[in-house]
């Protein structure tokens, strides 16, 4: 019965009702699509960065995150690794000696990182094979290397060439090899292209003398959302001789920056709906003040205060729904394009994307909470602005009201 | 006449001019306080990358510059130096022998372009002096002295006075290395500059590598106006060998200049959506405010007030609250960001995302007059076109219609 009444208030006054949903509903697309963009944009990085290079999770030498020395070492045995391979929340394990060498050929030089890798894990887990574009991927029992394509330009080099690497071994011994490059591979991480050296971890453990032993364990948990209480578990099992890094801690680059661009666009979402919330208010006010002596005449017939109040609360909250379901209409196809369409960046932001270590998509994150949280965000907006009309209409002078004079304040 | 009738009846509601206001000041202080964050990063990263990395002009060997070879160096080095010296509007320069090599002490080894510099020209070229953290700036005394940034020494585990070396492939083509003591620790604001440079003197380095001259002459100018920064450029590549390339920091770093100007395009982008959300407002405001007045404006009409003086009279009421709106939000605004301004806003707690870009940790926010005309232009502009709607709407009515109107 109130919400009939209420339904049919709303459009006595057509124009106004839809202009305020309108609003809200422009609020509700843009941040739902801004927040969707940066979510996804987010995620794709994390996976991305994490595939080819830190992981999510690192096991390591507690001394190894400030030294990066060959000789802050981890075992490279089964048992030593069994316990994260029995969590199930991992699904990828794999082992990496990561250290730095002179890279020589002909007359060039240059420092390069060496990363031992398992080649068939390392596939699974990144893809690499894909990102060859000469030559070939690496095998096991390889003594041969894989370049990246901005180093192998630096170098001169190309498949089939030799290239010296040379540097610190394990326990001051000396780490030099001669190999030749097998493959080289290009990938959007332009830093990293510049200076990565793929070497099978068989390999490395020999160059390096380590022994049995490899720097880190890079480990990635089935769903991003699992990483935290995988960690958790991790730090149970291994504590305090190995130190559990997660990928936050591991590029601290790409987390804060991340949380700058979150924080940055939350900001601008909150100002966007507090200035339509702004316009909610007054509509919601007009909507109560214009209406005085209707109401003085509902209450002189006997309506109970609070019904009053619960009108005016379900009137705005059907402004408010149709808000909501307009923009939810105009946003979700556009969401679901967005989805199997990513924007694909071209140009200079391209190439600034690409120089900062991202992909130049924006893909978008589809995740309920992203909904969610929109919804609540204009509920609240609204509450806010019922609580002065809710207090005027409390308030009303049944006497004053009938005789209809006093408009606004 | 006119702009006082309508000035008078957009305070008849005070309430509801006093929300439409609240609603401008809120969303311009936000968007106003976005842009001054967005251009006080920009011009921190700016001028940090032109302090610290590229100066305003930069002469290498054409070769050098696409890949850097120890072979490649300036042509004609010495008579070029002069000319520069004896250009009017070059304030310092910094000759610098370059070379890419790796430092290694006991504990760990990294990959690095060693800088061998002539120390009074680089201390007066960039600011690199004054940023030693420990330590003193290098001298012509002791044997080979190096400057490391912090963030080598904590990963090579260095102290003042630890010995690092330093190896890199010669003029020859065979491996040069020299033992070297760390003099002192510097920091710059971009972590990939720190984590890729380290500094020694010049005649050091020029006595392994086994050929002399420089490889790169960075180049402040006392005036960086871009007129007078286009004309420096001109004056000194005319002067230079045609196989030395001589760029300005816009073409060393094309990134930053490109993201100076996507900044631009994003800003704008934001303010209109703010206008547009605050249109929407000021649309409905106008309509309510109109068609109460129904009757009102039945009565002009009928007593032979031209429709096109009515139409004026609503976009003036539109306007006006659009330039009160826009007048107080600014006013706020200059002063928020001049608080800002002053007190800086401190980002530590994000110093490694920001200092990827090279930006300090603290920010000072910084709105240019250019972008608060903008702002104030587009807020009127939208009002404006903001009360066309509801004046049309209440033009189509009859006078006597519109006087028996009831509300």
Known sequence: MLVKLAWRNLWRQKRRTILTAAALALALVLSLMMRALQEGTYSANIENSARFYTGLIQLQHPEFGESQSIDDLLPGDDGFIAPARANPELETVLPRIESFALAASGDKSKGVMVLGIDPVGENLYSGLKEKVIAGAYLAAEDNQVLVGESLARFMKIGVGDELVLYGQGYRGQTAAGLYHVKGIVSFPMPQLESQLVYLPIAAAKVMYSTGDQVTSWVLHTNELSDLDQAVAQLKQDYSPDVNVRDWKDLSPETAQQIQMDRVGGIFLMYILYGVVGFGLFATILMMTLERQREFGVMLATGLVRMKLIGLVAIESMCIGAIGMVIGLVVATPILLYLLYNPIELTGDNAKMMVEAGFEPIMPVLLEPWLFINQLVIVFVMLLICLIYPMFRIYRLNLVSALKGGAHAD | ?407
Request: hydrophobic letters at 50%.
């Open chain 2, 1 to 407: 006449m006119l702009i006082k009738l309508a000035w008078r009846n957009l305070w008849r509601n005070k309430l509801r001019t006093g929300i439409m206001l609240g609603a401008i000041l809120f969303g311009l202080l936000g968007v106003v306080s976005m842009i001054g964050f967005m251009t006080g990063l920009m011009d921190s990263m700016l001028k940090n990358a032109i302090d610290w990395q590229t100066s305003h002009i930069q002469v290498h060997h054409v070769a050098y510059a696409d890949n850097p070879e120890i072979k490649d160096t300036i042509v004609d080095f010495e008579q070029l130096k002069a000319k520069i010296a004896a250009d009017e509007n070059v304030a310092e320069f910094s000759a610098r022998f370059l070379a890419n090599g790796m430092i290694a002490s006991a504990r760990s080894t990294r990959g690095i372009q060693i800088n061998g510099i002539n120390l009074d020209q680089e201390r007066a070229t960039t600011p690199l002096a004054d940023n030693i953290k420990q330590g003193e700036w290098l001298s012509e005394q002791g044997r080979n002295p190096v400057l490391v940034s912090e963030k080598t020494a904590s990963r090579l585990r260095l102290k003042i006075g630890s010995k690092v070396v330093l190896t890199f492939t010669n003029a020859a083509g065979d491996v040069a290395g020299a033992a070297f003591r760390v003099r002192g620790i510097f920091k710059t604001p971009s972590t990939s500059f720190d984590d890729g440079n380290v500094y020694v003197r010049k005649a050091d380095l020029i006595k392994l590598a086994g050929i002399t001259g420089a490889h790169e002459i960075a180049i402040v100018l006392k005036d960086p106006s871009s007129d007078a920064l286009a004309a420096t450029l001109v004056r000194i590549s005319q002067q230079s060998n045609t196989t030395n390339s001589v760029q300005d920091w816009r073409q060393i770093q094309p990134l930053l200049a490109s993201m100076a100007g996507s900044m631009r395009t994003s800003n704008a982008i934001m303010l209109g959506i703010f206008v547009v959300a605050m249109g929407f407002g000021i649309v409905n405001i106008m309509l309510m405010s109109v068609f109460e007045r129904t009757r009102e404006f039945g009565v002009l009409m009928a007593i032979g007030m031209q429709k096109h003086k009515i139409f004026s009279l609503i976009i003036l009421e539109s306007m006006l609250l659009g330039v009160s709106g826009g007048v107080i939000g600014i006013l706020g605004c200059v002063a928020l960001i001049g608080i800002l301004a002053k007190t800086g806003i401190p980002l530590g707690a994000l110093a490694e995302g920001l200092g990827t870009y090279g930006i300090d940790t603290v920010l000072y926010p910084y709105v240019n007059v250019a972008d608060y005309q903008m702002v104030f232009v587009t807020i009127v502009f939208a009002s404006v076109v903001a009360a066309i709607y509801p004046a049309r709407q209440i033009l189509k009515q009859r006078p006597a219609q519109a006087m028996s109107e009831k509300h």
